[in-house]
């Protein structure tokens, strides 16, 4: 159980579910219920399958944000080992990543119920 400031009490409930995520290749990223290939998928794997097991824990929306910043983070760690003149043009392609899960991932966060 879970409780929150002022006392109400949560039940965590874990659903075990298949995540689409943006960063493997063999599945690609799910929107509007189509799965489509993403660019430079296998080059940012390892965050992004990190980013998945996040979002399979769950729980409230500031863990989906903190999910999300912590994506971001390592995103751009794995840019900054490209040589300098690489960068710019993956940190676009870092951002769009972000903001693309920021505004299709919240179908497959697993909340907690009340």
């Known amino acids: 159980?879970?409780?929150?400031?002022?006392?109400k009490q949560y039940?965590?409930?874990?659903?075990?579910?298949?995540v689409m995520t943006s960063c493997w290749p063999d599945?690609?990223?799910?929107?509007?219920g189509k799965s489509i290939k993403v660019p430079?998928?296998?080059?940012?794997?390892a965050c992004c399958k990190k980013h998945d097991e996040l979002y399979e824990k769950g729980w409230i929306e500031i863990d989906r944000k903190v999910a999300d910043l912590l994506f971001y983070y390592y995103l751009r760690q794995d840019v900054y080992k490209l040589p300098l003149i690489k960068?710019?043009?993956f940190f676009?392609?870092?951002?769009?990543?972000?903001i693309a899960v920021r505004i299709w991932?919240?179908?497959h966060f697993n909340y907690i119920t009340k």
């Open 40 to 45: 430079y998928a296998i080059m940012f794997d």
């Open 1 to 7: 159980m879970y409780k929150d400031k002022y006392g």
């Open 92 to 98: 676009i392609w870092v951002t769009i990543y972000y």
């Open 27 to 32: 599945k690609g990223m799910r929107i509007f």
């Open 11 to 18: 039940k965590r409930i874990v659903v075990i579910k298949k």
């Open 105 to 107: 991932g919240r179908r």
């Open 87 to 89: 960068r710019p043009y």
